[in-house]
């Protein structure tokens, strides 16, 4: 399976420039190509790849307000254009109801920045990452890479910082399991509530919030253009990657002990969109980073052998229900943090109770799952022998 390594590079002055080239020429033809499906009337069959490539690169490059094209490695650009491509591939299959990708819309200069290149537009020379036509670039390796990556993305985020982003091909680690299963209730004030073991406390981004809060005050009264309010969204982008790689190196380390100590995780599916639009609890909501660490849990079980992640409906009465007895006492008031069962008479905590109900549904589901696996495999097989054994009295009537 594909896997992506991401380092830290330090290009010079001059490289920098080179790369500022680059993203530049990228971000062009991608515009170009956009603007030119856009272009097409209604009822129109869009170009394809090859021929969007021949327009806004081959031809492009013979025009005198696109000669400096040729500037550039030809690989990043056509790269370009099978993003695009990408892109309408995932909102056609989003109208069909799978996913949630938007029509592609145009890239600009204050976003983040990235040229891809295949395994003809680099190579690694002693250490050192090679690109076509710009030289050798320092890589700060903080791991090596398991085999030969096909391919790599150079990006540069907001704050000014470069990556150089490896795809390599990994084996599925082998890791004995803990536990059979567990579940996990995602919170606010608490991240997760696992169903053994003890609350999972998110790490505390108050402080850099309210230097973020403070600085886009400072930036609303700023002249548009002026290099201060420059400095000033800089300054907020940092701090924003600040609190992005504390959150990430937090859920990578949740994520990958979760994984690991369990066979079978459990999570319920959270209506986050619609949980954001609650103005009092938006941010909050938002720094957590729920969905993320559910796709965090799902590629890393595809890593490990014998690893699965269950997610389970969000309209199950996880919290209505007592995990001991099964007795369901119906919607309680948020601020009721314990509940006392009056069919049992055990008393539980809110959260604790829940993750328990979302590992009881997990293990059914998965169990369901599996049952139906086999059914169907055991069906196929009665159906290879009907067909085989029809075969042999066809050959038997022609003996």
């Given amino acids: 399976m594909k896997a992506r390594y991401t380092y830290r590079i330090y290009p010079n002055r001059l490289q920098q420039d080179k790369l500022a080239q680059v993203f530049g020429c990228v971000r ?15 009822g129109e069959k869009w170009p394809s790849n090859a021929e969007l490539q021949k327009l806004v690169i081959t031809q492009a490059k013979r025009t ?12 990043p650009l056509q790269q370009s254009v ?5 892109a ?64 790599v993305t150079i990006i540069k985020n907001t704050s000014g910082q470069y990556h150089a982003s490896f795809v390599v091909e990994i084996e599925q680690k082998s890791v004995e399991p803990l536990r059979p299963s567990i579940g996990i209730d995602l919170g606010i004030k608490v991240f997760a509530f696992p169903s ?38 800089l300054k907020i982008a940092k701090l924003h990657l600040k609190i992005r790689n504390i959150r990430e190196d937090f859920l990578h380390k949740t994520t990958t002990k979760l994984i690991q100590e369990n066979q079978l ?54 919290s209505q229900l007592c995990s001991d007895c099964g007795f369901k006492w119906g919607k309680v008031d948020l ?39 086999e059914h169907k495999s055991s069906l196929l097989a009665i159906l290879d022998d009907a067909s085989s054994h029809k075969v042999e009295q066809q050959l038997g009537l022609f003996a």
């Fill in 88 to 151: 309408f591939k995932n909102w056609f299959a989003a109208l069909k109801g799978q996913g949630k990708a938007k029509f592609p819309r145009f890239k600009k200069r204050s976003h983040e920045q990235s040229a891809r290149f295949t395994a003809r537009g680099f190579s690694l020379l002693n250490g050192k990452l090679v690109l076509a036509k710009m030289g050798l670039f320092k890589v700060q390796w903080s791991r090596e890479l398991p085999s030969e990556p096909s391919s």
């Fill in 265 to 318: 995780v459990s999570l319920e599916d959270l209506n986050v969109s619609g949980m954001v639009k609650n103005r009092k609890l938006s941010r909050a909501i938002s720094r957590q980073g729920w969905r993320e660490a559910r796709t965090m849990l799902e590629s890393k079980a595809a890593q490990y052998v014998n690893r699965a992640v269950t997610v389970i409906s969000r309209w199950e009465p996880t």
């Fill in 64 to 75: 005198e307000a696109r000669d400096w094209l040729s500037s550039v490695s030809v690989v």
């Fill in 196 to 233: 053994v073991g003890e609350p999972i406390l998110a790490p505390d981004y108050s402080k850099l919030d309210r230097r973020i809060r403070r600085l886009q005050k400072r930036m609303a009264r700023q002249v548009k253009g002026s290099n201060r309010r420059t400095a000033t969204r």
């Fill in 335 to 373: 601020s009721v943090r314990s509940i006392l069962c009056i069919s049992c008479g055990a008393e539980h905590d809110r959260d604790k109770n829940a993750s328990q109900n979302i590992e009881k549904s997990g293990r059914l589901m998965s169990d369901s799952k599996e049952t139906l696996r």
């Fill in 28 to 42: 062009v033809v991608y515009n170009d190509a956009l603007a030119l499906v856009k272009a097409k009337p209604e």
């Fill in 82 to 86: 099978q993003d695009l491509g990408v």
